[in-house]
């Protein structure tokens, strides 16, 4: 349930969403921030017994998670992990430079379209070897995610956590709710927890990327998993008329959003659900961070955001996905394999999850029988899923999401009239960054 931080991923992950700024280091060399070891790696992998890794996990918890992993893995294959540790956004806001330079053996990165970027620019190495021995350890979908535009294998995901609508058990059987499959459903059950004098969607945008979350939910499920991607890339037109039907939907059920979202942070908006006075939650399952009382989190659950068009169902599900890429010209090529092999494995993921059980394995092989009910239900939607997004601001370019989409989604959530002019501002912003390298 974690992602972008300056810190690592002691915070949840959308909140550090709005963090990032490009995909250059331009902007922190112009403030004097040095470049990830002169745009470098840690230098350290030029025997055959050594990888060194580029890693963002500087927060202490899953640092010292991935220690243990990479212990593991040295003590099974007599390879040391030279691991070259950097604040988390810094890592972000200078990838592409650290890319392009002299970068370390492997290094942590996101699936889906962030990884495509790099691996398009061929600042990563396809790593089709890796998956011929740990492919069976994944799901399609989750394939899929890990697979450049050319076909070939660039990434090893290890964790995940989904997006869902979340709710508490008890409010539903006190008012005889029932879990909506469909949208007529969903809009009906807002329009009766209004009548109970519940906030029928609890609803907080003040870091501007809460909106993106309810965007991705209504597109694919509206115009299916292909025009989402399609569009994220850059590839569709923000004034195609399925766009604005998206926003047609988002206008139906934007009166039963909590008001004033755009003053109020997530954790904010979570408090409503935790005291029962909110009835449904839009976020990832790192809501539940919130329900610091057990009995509270015990009382958590979630549902697949509903069916709009019957032809794509809920097959779509959005889980944003860390994991491992190979860089352009590793030093050890065959003891990096090896690394990413391990990485790949249940045991791997076992590790990590005993430190963090705020996320779920990729593998399908992981062992379960330590997850929560909640842990539980997030592998089996993720595992079960068609298709896998990453988020907006993973399944487009961030300076795409963070400069254009962030404002005209917050301009929308204000002015849900003005939605045409938005939607020709955003496909002209788009034009001119999408076109730029």
């Not at 254009?404 to 002209?428: C, G, H, T, W, Y």
Request: proline fraction near 5%; charged fraction near 20%.
């Amino acid at each position: 349930m974690h992602d972008l931080s300056p810190s690592g991923l002691s915070l949840p992950a959308p909140s550090r969403r709005s963090l990032l700024r490009g995909m250059g280091g331009a902007a922190l060399l112009g403030a004097g921030i040095p470049l990830l070891s002169a745009c470098g790696g840690s230098g350290a992998a030029a025997d055959t017994k050594t990888v060194s890794l580029g890693s963002n996990s500087s927060d202490a918890v899953p640092k010292k998670a991935f220690a243990e992993i990479y212990a593991a893995f040295t003590k099974k294959s007599g390879i040391k992990v030279d691991v070259n540790t950097k604040d988390h956004n810094t890592f972000q806001e200078q990838i592409n430079s650290y890319l392009q330079g002299t970068p370390d053996d492997v290094f942590t990165w996101f699936a889906g379209y962030r990884m495509q970027f790099f691996a398009a620019k061929k600042l990563a190495t396809p790593i089709d070897d890796v998956w011929a021995k740990i492919g069976g350890n994944f799901p399609d979908a989750m394939k899929k995610l890990s697979k450049g535009e050319d076909g070939k294998y660039y990434f090893v995901p290890l964790y995940t956590y989904p997006w869902a609508v979340f709710y508490r058990k008890s409010v539903f059987a006190q008012h005889g709710y029932k879990v909506p499959t469909t949208w007529d459903d969903f809009v009906a059950l807002c329009k009766r927890m209004q009548k109970d004098g519940l906030v029928p969607i609890a609803f907080g945008d003040k870091d501007a990327w809460p909106a993106m979350g309810t965007f991705d939910q209504i597109n694919f499920r509206t115009n299916g998993y292909d025009f989402h991607v399609e569009l994220m890339a850059g590839k569709a037109s923000w004034t195609d008329p399925k766009v604005r039907k998206v926003f047609d939907h988002w206008s139906e059920i934007l009166p039963y959003h909590q008001d004033g979202a755009v003053g109020r942070t997530w954790q904010d908006a979570a408090q409503t659900l935790v005291a029962k006075k909110a009835g449904m939650y839009l976020l990832g399952t790192f809501v539940g961070q919130q329900f610091t009382n057990k009995a509270d989190l015990d009382d958590l659950d979630f549902f697949a955001f509903p069916e709009i068009d019957p032809q794509f169902g809920q097959d779509t599900v959005e889980a944003p996905t860390d994991g491992f890429m190979l860089s352009k010209a590793p030093k050890n090529r065959d003891g990096a394999a090896k690394l990413l092999e391990y990485l790949g494995t249940p045991e791997a993921e076992q590790i990590y999850l005993k430190a963090d059980s705020s996320v779920v394995a990729a593998s399908t092989k992981a062992d379960t029988s330590s997850y929560t009910a909640l842990q539980k239900k997030s592998f089996e939607m993720i595992s079960g899923a068609k298709s896998l997004t990453q988020f907006m601001d993973r399944d487009s370019r961030p300076d795409f999401t963070s400069t254009v989409m962030q404002p005209a989604l917050q301009n929308f959530v204000r002015n849900p009239k003005n939605v045409d002019s938005i939607l020709s501002s955003i496909e002209r912003q788009k034009k001119t960054i999408f076109a730029s390298s």
